[in-house]
């Protein structure tokens, strides 16, 4: 059985590429030891993340199956881990505010918070761009949206990475940061019962106390759903299409050159180096089929979006970041009813991240060649993004 963790985290690509050669499913080991399959190939994964025989409902797991990352109840009754009815219940209600029209309302917003951003970085210097942009944008846009005070904003980074990342040395971390985010929700929703503003989470609640359509453990997993992958899925995309633009320079040339491009840019940044290297576990309903492979009722599946989104019987030269490339058809925000719920809005928070840097610091180069990923088998996503910014070439040190 093959240990998942063998290679992930410093060469994901090269482990999904020699798995995906050798064979459509593997049989391996999950982050806590127990077996799971592993699935590489773009068809067989895209075909997987639609078939209604895999399961988000931790109830569909034989004893002795990788699970995944456990929450208390009162954060784990969300649409990750549920089918429908259910589902389709509390996707209806929230799907409104991540419309192509509402998102478009967003975009000014947006902008503005962007432009805030890079206006406290002055004309020129040397900064993290993970924790002095792509970091504060997406969660100053989610927070405004779920209408998350200021003043309760300033851990719930340090929540979320220990979660995605969690620290060997540390753990009782991950503990510890669910038992604080458990916290920081039931106070939030308590405050906005008290004083209902005009925001997405005064809306859920208003479902919960009036119409009776969500549950309270529902109402606040998805509190914490919408917040946690808003914020987590946007910062590591923003972040990682910037290095993929810093390490290919011809690439970024063309699209300073052409900024109306970024938007199909983005779909390619996407594909190269998404925010998510595996889609969330599944359980088997009954023997399924995957690539020729016979998966057993009960066990878990993972589908590896990474490497789908590198196959190259579905992208040619996949290894190649090509911005004049079509990437549509990538599997990095999901296929089928779990697509991703804040795909327009992460798109779009992406776009306006690149075109407000590149359009105000024409010089932007790394100031470290070595990049350190988070030491996560899921997320991918940049520890830090040391750059060095300036506005014209006389001024870039």
Known sequence: MTDLADGLIEQPYDVYRRLRESAP?????????????????????????ADPRLS????????????????PPALDANLLNMD?????????????????????????????TADRLLDALGE?????????????????????LLGVPDGQRRDFRTWTDTLVAPDPA????AKEAVAAMLAFFTGLLADKRKQPADDLLSDLIAVRDEGDRLTE????????????AGYENTVQLIGNAVLGLLRHPEQLAALREDPSRIPSAVEEF????GPALLA??????????LGGVTVPAGETVLLSLAAANRDPARFPDPDRLDLGRDASGHLALGHGIHYCLGAPLARAETEIALAALLERFPRLALAETDVRWRPSLRARGLVALEVTYGKNLVTQR
């Open 25 to 49: 499913a593997h049989r391996i080991a999950g982050t806590d030891g127990n077996p799971a399959w592993i699935v590489t190939r773009y068809e067989d994964v895209r075909a997987a993340l």
């Open 56 to 71: 988000l409902d931790k109830r569909h797991a034989a004893p002795g199956n990788y699970r995944g990352f456990a929450l």
């Open 84 to 112: 429908p009815p259910d589902h389709t219940r509390i996707r209806r209600l929230v799907v409104r505010a991540f419309t192509a029209r509402r998102v478009e309302q967003l975009r000014a917003p947006i902008r503005q």
């Open 124 to 144: 020129h210097g040397t900064t993290d761009l993970i924790a002095s942009y792509a970091a504060p944008l997406p969660i100053t846009v989610i927070c405004d």
């Open 170 to 173: 540390r753990p009782h971390a």
């Open 217 to 228: 453990d529902e109402l606040m997993s998805l509190a914490f759903l919408i917040l946690f």
């Open 270 to 273: 996407v594909r190269y180096e």
């Open 280 to 289: 969330i576990r599944r359980f088997a309903t009954e023997d399924v089929t």
